[in-house]
């Protein structure tokens, strides 16, 4: 057997765990008559299996008509009820009897009436119509759109007499999502962009608006479909080596088209980790920034918290070790999605004195414990950590900076980290610019990552007077806008990098399945990198690589590709528009 042959069983062999059946066939030297022609067809038929697979899903049902109500349930102005598939116009002759086709994409009044009533029932007067014939539509097929009264009656009859129209093929109601669904399995989408749409949809900040916008553009999509063409067109070349090198003369050696390869695969590899990158940036827009309130007991935490969040969150009182529970809250600052937690206040067995000095024996029972080891917990979860430390009155009566080491320490392992000292009031002006600067120089500057850091100074007594005339009473409002300054810092991506927000995170975990692919495939063939005075080149080190295992590899990785688009060869296409569709809502 040539390896022509060998090479076709091979890949046949790799079809048993996908949805299409292949019957077994076993390949000879004489029964190979033509390599080329072989290879051509079986491709062919599998491509052809793939898109019949696509065409009769069963998530598909092309002749059906499906109608839903596209606006929110309840009372409205207006309610807009979309109907798609191929029985539109029989819908609208049986509404609006005696009346002309509409001419599509203009808005037209009818009165619409219940198609099986003997006397002329009246569903809707004055109804807006428009009709968009398909294929350029938004689910691909005929769509007819109603703008009846928003009425809850009106909207349930106009639903309830659709169903009842005759047409030739089934009317039905939509299943969530269904509409862009159709969009998708009609080319009028991809996958990144209907995911895109999903995050628009539920979207519920400006930052999480402005993050799902840049990824509906669709260039996303077009990105990894170039990148799955190329790997496409790259393994095909190696292939060819597998199946024509004994026939053929090729007019590249094997090592310098492995060559070719490895560079397009370098260049994608080095794209792909910047959209991984860009992708956690665009979750802490998507889940939200978690940010978490250190400090020793008394200090002011819950009543820093409550008057960042804007309501009683914690419970606030001068006995100590009041929190012992994590007490978390949601807020959306500037347009960012935050989660505060406020914590249990640290303190050790060794009792501190205000300036951190050991000085006695402490009792700290089990819930407290457990309560600072949660907080420790939380701390280490954090994208941002705020340690609270406050001006206290020392052994001798003298002001302190009373704060607590191990949370600044566990601030200096944070990227983006603020140190805050509460009960600015209690001195004055002078003193207090002394105890901070005696704090940072002798207490942040010590510890590694806190050297640079500038301790923000409030009030929290001042903040919640509400009688005084100042801008900022209390200074709780310059730490909010340190804050979005973190926020911008974590989450900013390079104008010519705006649409990777749009990154999801289902496709951050296919471009890494992807990456791994590759760098097989760069294992594969030898490849290793080199360095040189310029910077970093590579050089392939094997004469004899495995080009069967690394033509794999590239498949492997164009089909982690594909999955993320939704073209391609992707045998799963049916499960992943389960997992993203089942979060759309009826009538989208």
């Known amino acids: 057997m040539n390896r022509a042959a060998r090479r076709c069983m091979f890949t046949c062999s790799r079809w048993h765990r996908s949805h299409i059946q292949l019957k077994p066939i076993h390949l000879t030297h004489q029964s190979l008559t033509s390599s080329a022609t072989f290879v051509h067809s079986w491709h062919h038929n599998i491509v052809n299996d793939v898109d019949l697979v696509r065409r009769q899903s069963h998530l598909h049902p092309r002749d059906d008509t499906i109608y839903a109500l596209s606006t929110a349930h309840g009372k409205a102005g207006i309610a807009v009820i979309r109907i798609s598939g191929p029985s539109c116009k029989s819908v609208y002759h049986r509404l609006c009897p005696s009346k002309p086709s509409l001419k599509p994409r203009y808005a037209s009044i009818r009165t619409l009436y219940h198609p099986n009533s003997s006397v002329s029932e009246i569903l809707d007067s004055e109804a807006l119509v428009l009709f968009f014939p398909g294929p350029k539509t938004v689910t691909g097929d005929d769509v007819l759109e109603l703008h009846v009264h928003g009425g809850s009656a009106t909207v349930k009859a106009v639903l309830s007499a659709i169903p009842e129209c005759a047409a030739d093929g089934s009317i039905r109601y939509a299943e969530p999502g269904e509409f862009t669904k159709r969009a998708f399995l009609n080319d009028r989408l991809d996958l990144a962009q209907v995911e895109a749409l999903s995050e628009t949809l539920s979207a519920e900040t400006e930052q999480q608006r402005r993050a799902a916008v840049r990824g509906s553009s669709g260039?996303?999509?077009?990105?990894?479909?170039?990148?799955?063409?190329?790997?496409?067109?790259?393994?095909?070349?190696?292939?060819a080596l597998i199946d024509f090198s004994e026939d053929q003369h090729f007019d590249e050696s094997p090592t310098s088209l492995i060559g070719n390869v490895t560079r397009q695969v370098k260049q994608i590899l080095q794209s792909i980790r910047v959209h991984e990158r860009a992708s956690e940036r665009s979750e802490l827009l998507r889940n939200g920034i978690k940010i978490a309130l250190l400090g020793p007991p008394n200090v002011g935490k819950s009543s820093f918290m409550n008057l960042i969040v804007g309501r009683e969150a914690s419970i606030v009182s001068g006995e100590s070790g009041t929190t012992r529970d994590i007490i978390e809250a949601n807020l959306d600052i500037r347009g960012y999605l935050c989660t505060f937690a406020d914590t249990a206040g640290f303190r050790t067995a060794t009792e501190m004195n205000p300036t951190g000095r050991e000085v006695s024996e402490a009792k700290i029972g089990a819930i407290e414990e457990e309560g600072i080891r949660r907080a420790r917990v939380k701390a280490t979860q954090s994208d941002v950590i705020i340690v609270l430390a406050s001006v206290e009155a020392g052994p001798l009566g003298k002001p302190q900076v009373c704060y607590d080491l191990e949370t600044l320490r566990l601030a200096a392992g944070c990227n983006e980290r603020l140190v805050v000292v509460n009960k600015k009031d209690v001195v004055s002006k002078d003193g207090l610019r002394v105890l901070v600067r005696r704090f940072t120089d002798e207490v942040l500057a010590k510890i590694e990552g806190l050297e640079p850091v500038q301790p923000a100074l409030v009030s929290c007594k001042e903040a919640q007077d509400l009688s005084s005339d100042k801008t900022d009473p209390g200074s709780v409002r310059g730490v909010i806008d340190q804050l979005v300054s973190s926020f911008a810092n974590m989450t900013s991506l390079p104008a010519t990098l705006q649409d990777l927000h749009g990154v999801t995170e289902r496709q951050r975990q296919l471009l890494v399945q992807c990456r791994g692919?590759?760098?097989?495939?760069?294992?594969?063939?030898?490849?290793?990198?080199?360095?040189l005075g310029g910077g970093v080149d590579g050089k392939i080190q094997s004469e004899d690589a495995d080009i069967t295992m690394a033509a794999e590899n590239l498949r492997y990785a164009a089909s982690n590709l594909g999955r993320i688009t939704g073209r391609g060869e992707a045998g799963d296409v049916e499960e992943i528009l389960g997992v993203i569709f089942e979060k759309f809502c009826v009538g989208k």
């Open 219 to 239: 260039s996303l999509g077009r990105t990894y479909e170039d990148w799955r063409q190329k790997l496409l067109q790259a393994r095909a070349e190696m292939e």
């Open 517 to 531: 692919h590759l760098e097989d495939y760069l294992e594969t063939v030898g490849y290793t990198e080199l360095e």
